[in-house]
C-alpha cells in the first residue's frame, strides 16, 4: 500500500492509503471513499480518520482522507471546507488510472462536521462557487455516507452564537436538507437517538428531504451511542461508552449498500 500526501489549498490536503492491483483475483480497480472527518470545524481527529480510512481499505477502497481548513484558519469558515472537497474530488478523478481507481464510484464519508460538509456539498456540487474550483472536472459524487452528521446550523449545534459566527454570518444557506434536489448522489445516514451533541433531528430531516425529492437512501437509526462514534469498536471507542457492537453494523451495511446500488 501506497500513503500519498496530495497537496490542495493550503493547509488542506489530501492522504491516499492506495492499494495496488490483485493479482490473485485479476481486480486492477478498486471504487473509492473520501473520509471527512469531525472535529467541530477547529481539527479532525487525524488517527480517527486513518483508522476509518483503513477499514474502507480493508473492504476493497481505494481510500482517502480530507484535511479540509478550520476557523483558526479562515474567518467566516464557510464554505471553505466544501471547496477542499470539491478539490479533493477533482484530484482523484484526475489521478484514477494512477491510483488503480473507478472514477464512476467515488463516495464522500462524513462524519458530524464532516457530515455537513458532505451534506451540503451534496446538494450544491451544481453551483457557480464549486464548479469553479475545478471547471473541467466532474465533481459529482456517486454515494455519500453521513455519520451523525450536522445538516444543519439551527438544529442544536453549533452550541453557541460565538461559535456559529466563527462558521458563516448566513446560516440558511448551509442547511443542507434544504438543498437537496434530484441531482444528489443517493444517500447512507445513520445515526444514534440519543446522541448527546448532534441531535438526530439532524439525521430526521435530511432523511425526509431525501425522501421528498426521490433521492435514494438508506438509513439507520441506532438506539443509543455518545457522539462521535466512528466505527464504533474498540479502534476508534474514545470512552467506554463507544464501543458500541450494535452500531458498529453501520459499516458492513454501508458497504453493502454501497455494492448493491452499484
Known amino acids: 500500500m501506497q500513503i500519498i500526501t496530495v497537496p490542495l489549498t493550503a493547509p488542506a490536503y489530501l492522504r491516499a492509503y492506495i492499494r495496488e492491483p490483485d493479482t490473485n483475483t485479476g481486480q486492477e480497480v478498486y471504487p473509492a471513499v473520501i473520509i ?5 470545524y477547529t481539527h479532525i481527529p487525524e488517527a480517527q480518520a486513518e483508522t476509518l480510512a483503513l477499514a474502507f481499505a480493508a473492504r476493497g477502497f481505494q481510500a ?3 484535511r479540509y481548513h478550520f476557523t483558526t484558519e479562515k474567518s467566516p469558515l464557510l464554505p471553505q471546507p466544501m471547496f477542499d472537497l470539491a478539490a479533493a474530488i477533482s484530484q482523484i478523478r484526475q489521478h484514477a488510472h494512477q491510483w488503480h481507481l473507478d472514477p464512476n464510484k467515488i463516495t464522500a464519508a462524513g462524519f458530524s462536521v464532516g457530515g455537513h ?3 451540503v456539498y451534496n446538494g450544491s456540487w451544481q453551483s457557480e462557487q464549486l464548479q469553479a474550483v475545478a471547471p473541467t472536472a466532474e465533481l459529482k459524487l456517486n454515494a455519500a455516507i453521513l455519520g451523525y452528521p450536522v445538516i ?3 438544529a442544536g449545534w453549533p452550541p453557541t452564537a460565538e461559535k456559529l459566527a466563527a462558521l458563516t454570518s448566513q446560516p440558511e444557506k448551509l442547511a443542507a436538507d434544504q438543498l437537496v434536489n434530484a441531482a444528489c448522489a443517493p444517500t447512507f445516514i445513520w445515526h444514534t437517538a440519543d446522541d448527546p451533541l448532534v441531535p438526530v433531528q439532524n439525521s430526521l430531516l435530511y432523511i425526509n428531504a431525501l425522501a421528498q425529492h426521490k433521492v435514494p437512501f438508506d438509513a439507520h437509526i441506532f438506539h443509543h ?3 462521535g462514534l466512528a466505527l464504533a469498536d474498540p479502534q476508534t471507542a474514545w ?3 463507544a464501543d458500541q457492537p450494535h452500531v458498529a453494523h453501520w459499516l458492513d451495511l454501508a458497504v453493502e449498500w454501497l455494492h448493491e446500488i452499484w
Request: no cysteine; hydrophobic share 30%.
Open 36 to 40: 471527512v472527518p469531525g472535529g467541530g
Open 225 to 227: 451511542g455518545p457522539h
Open 239 to 241: 470512552q467506554p461508552d
Open 152 to 154: 444543519r446550523l439551527d
Open 117 to 119: 460538509i458532505v451534506s
Open 64 to 66: 482517502f482522507y480530507l
